[in-house]
């Protein structure tokens, strides 16, 4: 019986009900809803907005995210490796590509 009940589909299923049935019980204790500006305006603890973005866009996140993702992936397929020349000429590929990353 545990066996079954710790297979991921019958396992998914009971988390599903659970997480419907909790769902219902905190709907029945919800007050009702009243449609108002307030609730679907954007907070802003009482500021003007910005009318400016804060954040320039993705670009620079997406070149550090990248630029570790080479770093990580690049150690670990040297770390599994034997030490050989290839592994050298590997090294020096992921250096490359790394400093491209840098250099943008």
């Known amino acids: 019986m545990e066996s079954i009940l710790l ?7 009971v988390y599903l ?3 419907a049935l909790l769902s219902g ?4 204790l919800a007050g009702e809803v009243r449609a108002s ?3 679907t305006s954007t ?3 009482g500021e003007a ?3 400016r973005p804060a954040v320039p866009g993705y670009r620079p996140f997406f070149l ?3 630029f570790f993702a080479v770093l990580h992936l690049g150690v670990l397929v040297l770390g599994t490796g034997d030490l050989s020349g290839m ?3 590997y090294l020096v590929g992921l250096m490359v590509a790394l400093l491209a990353l840098i250099l943008g």
């Open 7 to 13: 297979a991921p589909p019958v396992a998914f299923v």
């Open 17 to 19: 009900a659970l997480v």
């Open 25 to 28: 019980f905190g709907r029945m």
């Open 37 to 39: 500006a307030a609730k």
């Open 43 to 45: 907070y802003a603890s």
């Open 49 to 51: 907005p910005p009318t």
């Open 64 to 66: 550090i995210a990248l």
């Open 87 to 89: 592994s050298g000429v």
